[in-house]
């Protein structure tokens, strides 16, 4: 599983690469094919600009289908592994992409290999792979929806939470506010000019007492820019925000907060372009019957299995906000996503396999 992990982070599979990607996903293809045999069915779902999506199915031997769904694409730019190189050392394995989430998607194809391999009556295995996640899934979003229609579950192997799974995920939304002003020189007319950076400075100020800790919303505004020099007026002023609810209903909220939005100075328009990226995963009762059916498979191997909520998302929320069956976390356990401390703790590999084989074959 190491041999197969490392071959996979040193592939390079940036979300905006998009030959890296179509590269990486062949490669990847090859592979399972070498370590399960030619698949039942397949269909390759391209894009000009994102990574494809790949759907695998491998029949089993007993009713229903669990959908097994992994992303290839990681957040770090071509090149990066040249300065920092896959490394297995004391027990610890680093890489870019490996922890987040190249071991989850290692770990899906051996699970299946497991139950063979043990003789263990099994659903129907789909595989989906796709290049997206990481920029919200734009592509491959109708694809896993349509995938999981009638699963018995979906298994994302995203990494774990210091080995928690993730069972409710925050929602989000990304949105750009613009102000658009009147020009002016600073010194020599100061009020023939309507200030779009002035304007936006008192909407940064609402949109960051937007948020409830109370309900668990937090509203991010990460960026900021506009103006053209320091004696001019600014005619234009933009920022870009960065929503996450745990309550659905903060989204209805937080969309008429937007819609809302005025410049003290009328002289000054203010818009607003964007969008919910993802639905918050909140808990289901399918999904937490899953959740009680990994605890005791856990249980019987002997140790405590947890879950946990989580302020990230992922594919699992799309599954999740359509009232399905989903457990999330079922990947690395380790730590430092989308940073140069981005490990794996090796020791945990075989127990996170055994617990998705003990889970599909819980689904007999």
Not at 270 to 298: C, H, K, Q, Y
């Amino acid at each position: 599983m190491l041999d197969d992990l490392r071959s996979i982070v040193e592939l390079e599979t940036h979300s905006y690469d998009k030959p890296m990607l179509d590269k990486g996903i062949d490669t990847i293809r090859a592979w399972v094919f070498d370590r399960l045999g030619a698949p039942d069915t397949e269909a390759r779902h391209t894009d000009p600009v994102r990574g494809d999506v790949l759907e695998l199915g491998y029949a089993g031997t007993a009713p229903g289908t669990v959908l097994l769904l992994s992303h290839y694409d990681t957040v770090w730019p071509t090149g990066t592994l040249a300065g920092w190189p896959y490394t297995d050392e004391d027990g610890r394995v680093t890489g870019p992409g490996a922890f987040d989430m190249k071991l989850g998607l290692v770990q899906s194809v051996w699970a299946l290999r497991g139950l063979r391999e043990l003789g263990l009556p099994h659903p129907s295995v789909k595989f989906l792979f796709n290049g997206d996640e990481e920029i919200g899934s734009p592509h491959s979003r109708p694809y896993i929806e349509a995938a999981s229609e009638g699963a018995l579950a979906t298994l994302v192997f995203e990494a774990s939470l210091d080995g928690k799974l993730k069972t409710a995920r925050k929602g989000v939304g990304l949105f750009d506010v613009t102000a658009t002003g009147v020009e002016a020189h600073a010194g020599l007319d100061p009020y023939a000019g309507a200030s779009a950076i002035h304007a936006l400075a008192g909407i940064v100020g609402q949109l960051a007492s937007a948020g409830s800790r109370e309900l668990g919303t937090t509203v991010n505004v990460g960026t900021i820019s506009g103006g053209t020099g320091r004696n001019v007026t600014a005619g234009g002023a933009g920022c870009g925000v960065d929503v996450r609810v745990a309550e659905p209903s903060e989204m209805d909220r937080i969309d008429k907060l937007f819609a809302g939005l005025e410049a003290a100075d009328p002289r000054v328009s203010i818009s607003v372009e964007g969008e919910w990226n993802r639905p918050p995963m909140t808990p289901n009762d399918p999904s937490r019957a899953l959740f009680a059916t990994a605890r005791n498979v856990a249980a019987e191997a002997g140790w405590e299995l947890e879950e946990t909520a989580v302020g990230g998302a992922s594919d699992g929320n799309f599954v999740s906000a359509l009232g399905r069956p989903v457990l999330d976390g079922l990947g690395a356990v380790g730590g430092g996503a989308h940073a140069r401390d981005e490990h794996i703790l090796v020791r945990h590999i075989p127990e996170r396999t055994a617990l998705v084989i003990g889970l599909i074959a819980a689904l007999v």
